[in-house]
């Protein structure tokens, strides 16, 4: 086994890095059969699935988070959207007191939303916290503008959790307000790792133009590496292309369908005697 495993090497220029499971069987010194597919997967590990509450949804993507406070159900538009997009964990904020709509009468100056966004120092207790953001990479949070700013239960949020190894991006939604203050506030509260530039949506906002701008982000500069399955008599075996010429060509083949090479001792040697494509 050790001389084929030699012998794909020489082949098509790999290093293997990890082997996968492998069943009893007994391997066959006569002839060996080797199927190979490429698939392509992301370099940045998947984190692992803690806890969830009632409020918090589990998908595919387990290194993002989108988070939201939606007390009109605007935010909570826009924060769906981008869950179906991304495919990411989702957990929604909110008060322990919930907010009433007198609460958010603006033009009421002692309305609950009003005192509070008058007051920096207030910290709205939040119902049903996330137990811990520790096994995400990345944070959307999702929030009103209220009077210019974030909600002040965002900055309860916010000084509840550790985000200085985190990339936070912010969005929002407003009848006209923009973005940029409640961003800095966000960065003069917290110590964040990396903080990318937010977005302010209309409450008529579609899809499209949240995939757009999630299209737009950063994020998705992050580049994709092809792994090799390796399959020898039931063992399987995980490989990265090398950087040659002939790891490049297989790569092509096998975009097109696996790769099967059959080898027979000779002389006490496993030989290459068919190498097709299948």
């Given at each position: 086994m050790k001389k084929l495993i030699l012998l794909l090497i020489s082949i098509v220029g790999l290093c293997?890095?990890?082997?996968?499971?492998?069943?009893?069987?007994?391997?066959?010194?006569?002839?060996?059969?080797l199927q190979s597919s490429a698939k392509e997967t992301q370099t940045k590990s998947s984190a692992s699935e803690g806890d969830s509450s009632k409020q918090e949804s589990r998908s595919t993507d387990k290194s993002t988070l989108v988070i939201y406070f939606s007390r009109t159900g605007n935010t909570e538009k826009i924060a769906k959207y981008l869950i179906e997009l991304t495919g990411a964990d989702s957990y929604v904020i909110e008060a322990a007191e919930?907010?009433?709509d007198d609460d958010i009468h603006y033009q009421d100056d002692n309305c609950r939303a009003n005192k509070e966004q008058n007051d920096k120092s207030v910290r709205p207790k939040i119902a049903d916290p996330i137990k811990s953001i520790d096994s995400y990479d990345t944070i959307f949070l999702g929030y009103p503008i209220w009077w210019g700013e974030e909600p002040r239960?965002?900055?309860t949020?916010?000084?509840s959790y550790d985000f200085s190894d985190k990339t936070v991006i912010a969005f929002c939604t407003s009848g006209s307000s923009g973005i940029a203050t409640s961003e800095k506030n966000i960065a003069d509260l917290v110590k964040i790792g990396k903080q990318l530039e937010g977005k302010r949506f209309a409450a008529d906002a579609s899809k499209d133009e949240v995939k757009e701008w999630f299209e737009s982000l950063p994020l998705n500069d992050e580049k994709s590496e092809s792994k090799l399955l390796v399959s020898v008599n039931g063992k399987e075996l995980t490989a990265s292309f090398a950087d040659s010429t002939a790891a490049k060509e297989l790569a092509e083949k096998l975009k097109e369908a696996p790769v099967t090479v059959k080898l027979e001792e000779y002389g006490g040697f496993e030989?290459?005697?068919?190498?097709i494509v299948k």
């Open positions: 293997f890095v990890s082997c996968g499971s492998s069943s009893s069987g007994t391997d066959s010194s006569a002839s060996d059969s919930p907010y009433t239960i965002i900055d949020f916010l000084e030989k290459d005697k068919d190498f």
